[in-house]
């Protein structure tokens, strides 16, 4: 099973930084990576997949690079509505296609 | 519009069963393949099982912790995909979702029915 490691766990920032999410996977999952966000109470929300691609609807501010076994998800300006829990997920590996343990942005 | 409509989830004692369903429209259903994902109060997400398409050999596979107890199931008449869960633990509680993947838009999801294993 490929492991994702996520960091940080937490991350305290204030509106309209720039910040950076990391996603490391145990071994090579080429570039099918995810991004998710996910507030409570909500299903995780589709932010980016093939490690760059943005998801329809997503806003510009969201990007992600990497490949192999490094990703970044990176948020340009953060809007207060970015304040949420963030998930990778790799999915080039099965059984089973396996999820980070999430970043948690709070505001600061 | 890719739309996924789970349904089904309750309340179950430990060691009964439940189906869950899920309804699907706006896409080619029969060439997808699809996975069931739950999320257990608190927890981040955790891929249960997945049924490919048929045309691909509609093959079944299972995370390590349902193998042998949950059956994922197809009916590309009705455009449905099952999760069936046997024997159901205490820790199975959790929202279920189904997702599938698309090369031209990603990963889409439904918006998950609550199962909950208690006596």
């Known amino acids: 099973e490929i492991v994702m490691t996520q960091s940080p766990a937490t991350l305290s920032v204030s509106p309209g930084e720039r910040v950076t999410l990391s996603c490391r996977a145990s071994?090579?999952?080429?570039?099918?990576l995810a991004w998710y966000q996910q507030k409570p109470g909500q299903a995780p929300r589709l932010l980016i997949y093939?490690?760059?691609i943005r998801a329809t609807g997503i806003p510009a501010r969201f990007s992600g690079s990497g490949s192999g076994t490094e990703f970044t998800l990176t948020v340009s300006s953060l809007q207060s509505e970015d304040f949420a829990v963030y998930y990778c997920?790799?999915?080039?590996?099965?059984?089973?296609?396996?999820f980070g343990q999430g970043t948690k942005l709070e505001i600061k | 519009e890719v739309e996924l409509v789970e349904s089904g989830g309750g309340l179950v004692k430990p060691g009964e069963s439940l189906r869950v369903s899920c309804a699907a429209s706006?896409?080619?259903?029969?060439?997808?393949?699809m996975s069931w994902v739950r999320q257990a109060p608190g927890k981040g997400p955790e891929w249960v099982g997945r049924?490919?398409?048929?045309?691909?050999?509609?093959?079944?596979d299972y995370a390590e912790a349902v193998k042998d107890r949950f059956t994922v199931s197809r009916d590309d008449s009705r455009n449905m995909w099952y999760l069936y869960m046997d024997s159901l633990k205490t820790e199975d509680t959790a929202i279920y979702y189904c997702?599938?993947?698309?090369?031209?838009?990603?990963?889409?999801w439904g918006q998950g029915t609550p199962v909950t294993v208690s006596s």
């Open positions: 997702t599938t993947y698309n090369r031209n838009n990603g990963w889409h």
């Open positions: 706006g896409f080619s259903f029969s060439s997808a393949w």
């Open positions: 071994q090579s999952v080429n570039n099918k």
């Open positions: 093939d490690a760059f």
């Open positions: 049924i490919k398409s048929k045309g691909d050999g509609g093959t079944t």
């Open positions: 997920q790799q999915y080039n590996h099965w059984p089973p296609y396996t």
